[in-house]
T-cell receptor
Framework: NAGVTQTPKFQVLKTGQSMTLQCAQD?????MSWYRQDPGMGLRLIHY???????DQGEVPNGYNVSRSTTEDFPLRLLSAAPSQTSVYFC?????????????FGPGTRLTVT | AQRVTQPEKLLSVFKGAPVELKCNYS??????LFWYVQYSRQRLQLLLR??SRESIKGFTADLNKGETSFHLKKPFAQEEDSAMYYC?????????????FGQGTTLQVKP
């Protein structure tokens, strides 16, 4: 199993550009989520999904869109990038057989918006 | 409001010294607490959970409901313990469990 994979590893965007951060897992996990990691702020939940076709907002959803058309994939879209979105983004997943809150994290995507 | 506070951004100790990473929480229900660790250039991973009362890599953490704390302790720090440590609180929403993370503490163990 590859676990949770994220692409790209690094990305530089200009203000106003759009892009999609990819996240995939091969563990047949129902629950997937996106976090952003900022110095002094810890990890903050952006969006999450409890299964294909079902998504919900987390703590900091503004400026981000998600969809979940398959169990495996949970892409995060930035429609119009802003410098405030410069961060490291982590995707995580958890299956129903996994103890609650034991989430498996991807390696992260480091995004810089200039 | 549910909140997790880690008051120290950086904790620097010498190898062999005791370590205590502080974590305080605010939660109205019965809390479930966790410590996650991120070693350099590696992904975040679960270190331990309060409910299992386990010791992982020499680390322990006891839930103190009276002081609303879940401090992480190790009697003798090793250089390989150097990492970012996050305390996290499980928040139940319907059938879903979400994690609320603290700000994180960087542990630096000097030789």
């Amino acid at each position: 199993n590859a676990g949770v994979t994220q692409t790209p590893k690094f990305q530089v965007l200009k203000t106003g550009q759009s892009m999609t951060l990819q996240c995939a897992q091969d563990m047949n996990h129902e629950y997937m989520s996106w976090y952003r990691q900022d110095p002094g702020m810890g990890l903050r939940l952006i969006h999450y999904s409890v299964g294909a076709g079902i998504t919900d907002q987390g703590e900091v959803p503004n400026g981000y869109n998600v969809s979940r058309s398959t169990t495996e994939d949970f892409p995060l879209r930035l429609l119009s990038a802003a410098p405030s979105q410069t961060s490291v983004y982590f995707c995580a997943s958890r299956g129903t057989g996994t103890p609650d809150y034991e989430q498996y994290f991807g390696p992260g995507t480091r995004l810089t918006v200039t | 409001a549910q909140r997790v506070t880690q008051p120290e951004k950086l904790l620097s100790v010498f190898k062999g010294a005791p370590v205590e990473l502080k974590c305080n929480y605010s939660y109205s229900g019965s809390p479930e607490l966790f410590w996650y660790v991120q070693y350099s250039r590696q992904r975040l991973q679960l270190l331990l959970r309060h409910i299992s009362r386990e010791s992982i890599k020499g680390f322990t953490a006891d839930l103190n409901k009276g002081e609303t704390s879940f401090h992480l302790k190790k009697p003798f720090a090793q250089e390989e313990d150097s990492a970012m440590y996050y305390c996290a609180l499980g928040q139940r929403s319907g059938n879903t469990g979400k994690l609320i993370f603290g700000q994180g503490t960087t542990l630096q163990v000097k030789p």
